[in-house]
């Protein structure tokens, strides 16, 4: 494998910070099987009612049951999650959230990446489950201390793919501006927690989400800390997909509509065959790859589709323990690689990113790992402290 080349726009290893609480996810499971037991239970005679509705249900409390999930992190207690409230209290919750996080995650960011505020020229925001005006950007950037020049760009409604497109934005504001971008991923799905025993559709995606927000730098060149530099990127929707999921939007909140994703995400896998092959790279080159982690289907279609080893999606494995992050997830299974002693953490090591979102759409790029010669990294380290 031949080293990066140098220069080209690199990505700080992310900072990921979790609210303090979490709940286990069999916890969790079971609580949802509880609200389901009385429909369950409902007309035990009727074919019709159990062919439509109770034996699809039991299949997908099933499902929820065995996805690849540890522990949910969740901003709000479980007795405030499942209590009944409209759509005013639910953002105003997810706001709380994310005033108490993005700071800190951002501030971790710039530090971890050696790049003082001052230097950041613009900071991109992606998030799906707070709504704002002013922008989740503008207020960002106050509350980061970056100058009043720099520039703020929010990203809603691309949920789990809003990682990935801030990545992809970030770079392109850094070829065509040279400074430094700020990148912040936040979202919450606490707040829009719902038991729905009238939706069938709800039930895995009731188990599935948790609560992170993640941050990293995109500078213009590698500098004297670990980081991905992002060599190329694609992106892709595949139309008449819009109803594959999605936001209902309700007098009591967001709904989240989930009826396809592990089934067309076979469809988009080309742009990541091109994206490997305009790279000039061969799945087996793939030191790993950081891709969303929305479940285990999501993650076994794009192993099975693009030929992967289970070790070469260990990444998104491990960020699914967690639960589905949404648009944190891709930055998440980032820094889980970067932490690993092994391949991906080797300097020259080769990856892609993938996020998939309401569209049905992907954003992804290609990445080749940094590791900055220890003397190098002791010189900054030294400057820095």
Known sequence: ?????????????????????????????????????????H?????????????????????GGILAIEDHPMHLPAPEITRRRGLAARNRQAREAFDAYAPLAAKQAMAAAHVTPDEIGAVVVASSTVTAMPSLAHALASAAGLSDRAEAISLGSEGCNGGAAAILQARAHVLAHGCPVLVVAADYASPWFHLEPGLRGAIV???????????????????????????????????????????????????????????????????????????????????????????????????QGLGLTRDQVAPAWGSL??????????????AIAAADPGRPARHGGRGILAGFGPGFAMSAAAWQYHAPAPALAAVSAAAAG
């Open 43 to 63: 007309l035990p005679g009727d074919t019709g009612y159990q062919l439509g509705f109770a034996d699809p249900a039991r299949t997908a409390l099933k499902m």
């Open 321 to 334: 323990r967690r639960g589905d992050l949404m648009s944190a997830a891709v930055l998440h299974a980032m």
């Open 205 to 303: 995606s009731s188990v599935l989400f948790s609560d992170a927000t993640a941050a990293a730098v995109m500078t213009p060149g590698p500098r004297a800390v670990p980081g991905f530099r992002i060599l190329r990127t694609t992106s892709a929707r595949l139309p008449g997909t819009e109803d594959a999921l999605g936001w209902d939007v309700r007098d009591d909140g967001y709904h989240f509509r989930l009826t396809g994703p592990p089934k067309v995400v076979p469809g988009i896998l080309p742009a990541l065959r091109d994206l490997l092959d305009a790279t000039g790279w061969q799945a087996g080159d793939l030191d790993a790859c950081t891709i969303h982690s929305g479940g285990n289907a999501i993650i076994r279609a794009v192993q």
């Open 1 to 41: 494998m031949s080293p990066p080349s140098p220069g080209g726009p690199t990505l700080s290893v992310p900072q990921v910070v979790f609210p303090p609480a979490s709940m286990t996810h069999a916890a969790l499971v079971a609580e949802v099987r509880r609200a389901y037991a009385p429909l369950l239970q």
